[in-house]
Nanobody, 119 residues
Framework: QVQLVESGGGLVQAGGSLRLSCAAS????????MGWYRQAPGNQRELVAA???????NYADSVKGRFTISRDNAKRTVFLEMNSLKPEDTAVYYC?????????????WGKGTLVTVSS
């Protein structure tokens, strides 16, 4: 079994900051890319940021300069530092990871953590 467990969501005022974490656990050989997606009510799920195992990153234009993704490979954890938050950042944030196990390679998703930014 593989699990991705997110933490760090909550309610914050506009201009504030939050740090999300996502830890992978289970019978894992290695993890390729890890990323954060978000889905606001009525919207499709969208990529926020992603990071390769080597540390290369990419960001949605809407969060560039405000959000930073990082990872700790030894702890199988990915982080999302969110600064200068805006009400339009309100969404459920999902962790995603491309995980290699003994006989498979699959995308796994966390259950999501809610981020609410008040104006």
């Amino acid at each position: 079994q593989v699990q991705l467990v997110e933490s760090g969501g909550g309610l914050v005022q506009a201009g504030g900051s939050l740090r999300l974490s996502c830890a992978a656990s289970g019978s894992i050989l290695s993890i390729n890319a890890m990323g954060w997606y978000r889905q606001a009510p009525g919207n499709q799920r969208e990529l926020v940021a992603a990071i390769t195992s080597g540390g290369s990153t990419n960001y949605a234009d809407s969060v560039k300069g405000r959000f930073t993704i990082s990872r700790d490979n030894a702890k199988r954890t990915v982080f999302l530092e969110m600064n200068s938050l805006k009400p339009e950042d309100t969404a459920v944030y999902y962790c995603n990871a491309d995980i290699i196990r003994l006989f498979s390679r699959m995308d796994y998703w966390g259950k999501g953590t809610l981020v609410t930014v008040s104006s």
